[in-house]
């Protein structure tokens, strides 16, 4: 399947983090929400970020290596849709940008990670499923191994 995707993440408590390039933050105890496409195939993807044994690319690979992957929100999608995506988990309650460009070094939004004091699988699960039935794409949900 190819398409986007959005990785929920749970970081235990706060961490000094260096991502590659951007440099070091601080990113706050709480829940992280990745924006990802995968036009290659988003099981690859997935599968590739779960792998502990490899080489830091993206941005996502400094924070999980210290982050638990919760589960996986996978949009089935012929074209491009992770900046809408972004928009869309951007905008839930509570959302906040840690870092600006995390994950967007390649489009113009201001970030592809956001953090959430609280879980907010089930806003997500809300949101992104009204935005695939009114975008007429396809939504998969997965909670990954904990």
Request: hydrophobic share 40%; proline share 3%; net charge positive.
């Amino acid at each position: 399947m190819e398409g986007c995707y959005v990785l929920l993440l749970k970081l235990e408590r706060e961490r000094s983090i260096a991502v590659g390039r951007l440099g070091r933050f601080r990113f706050p105890q709480g829940y992280y929400a990745y924006v990802g496409s995968a036009m290659r195939g988003i099981e690859k993807r997935i599968a590739r970020h779960l792998r502990e044994d490899k080489r830091r690319h993206w941005h996502l690979d400094y924070l999980l290596e210290l982050a638990r992957p919760m589960a996986v929100f996978k949009i089935a999608s012929a074209e491009r849709c992770e900046c809408a995506l972004a928009e869309v988990v951007g905008s839930l309650e509570g959302a906040c940008t840690p870092v600006r460009g995390f994950g967007s070094s390649d489009c113009s939004c201001g970030a592809h990670l956001f953090h959430f004091a609280s879980n907010p699988e089930r806003r997500l699960y809300s949101s992104l499923s009204r935005f695939s039935r009114e975008s007429n794409l396809t939504l998969s949900f997965e909670r990954l191994a904990q």
